[in-house]
């Protein structure tokens, strides 16, 4: 039985991805920065807040962003100066904030989120139907497959 070669990296699907990731985020920070003043994790913290139906704290904003808080802080206290967020003091957390965007933040909001729609669409447009679907099902079974692998080794 012949034994196969070890994959070398540029061949490992979690760097594939990786890179097909950050193709689509490198293009997306481009346009966001040039149509409107803002980094990558500007855009997503301003995604999220204006995707909430509710004011978030800073823990819920880095989690659902998938950073450590220190960073979010830094992402927040930029679109602070901006005046894009503001902050409230959390009536059940003494220590804590509630983030939420103002009147600007929306606007800049509105204009992000159409943009994103724009680009999604685009890349979706790349792909028929049955490429749509087949893209879709893969994400979800690799999605869920990747959680398996962290509970795996969160047992140790």
């Known amino acids: 039985m012949l034994q196969r070669a ?5 061949e490992l699907l979690s760097y594939r991805l990786h890179r097909v990731a950050n193709l689509l ?3 997306a920070e481009m346009r966001y920065r040039r149509e409107f003043g ?12 204006g995707g909430a139906d509710q004011p978030l704290s800073l823990n819920d904003l880095a989690r659902a962003a998938g950073v450590d808080k220190s960073q979010m802080s830094r992402v927040v206290s930029g679109l602070s100066a901006r005046k ?4 409230a003091d ?12 103002s009147s600007a933040g929306r606007k800049v909001y509105a204009g992000l989120i ?5 680009r999604n669409e685009a890349f979706l447009g790349c792909l028929s139907a049955k ?9 979800e079974k690799l999605a869920q497959e990747a959680r398996r692998f962290i509970q795996d080794e969160a047992r140790g």
């Open 6 to 10: 070890a994959p070398t990296i540029k």
């Open 25 to 27: 985020s490198r293009g």
């Open 38 to 49: 803002v980094s990558l994790w500007e855009w997503r913290t301003v995604a999220l807040l």
């Open 84 to 87: 894009l967020v503001l902050r």
């Open 90 to 101: 959390d009536k059940a957390d003494g220590r804590g904030v509630k983030l939420r965007l």
């Open 114 to 118: 159409a943009a994103a729609a724009e």
């Open 131 to 139: 490429e749509q679907a087949c893209l879709e099902g893969a994400l």
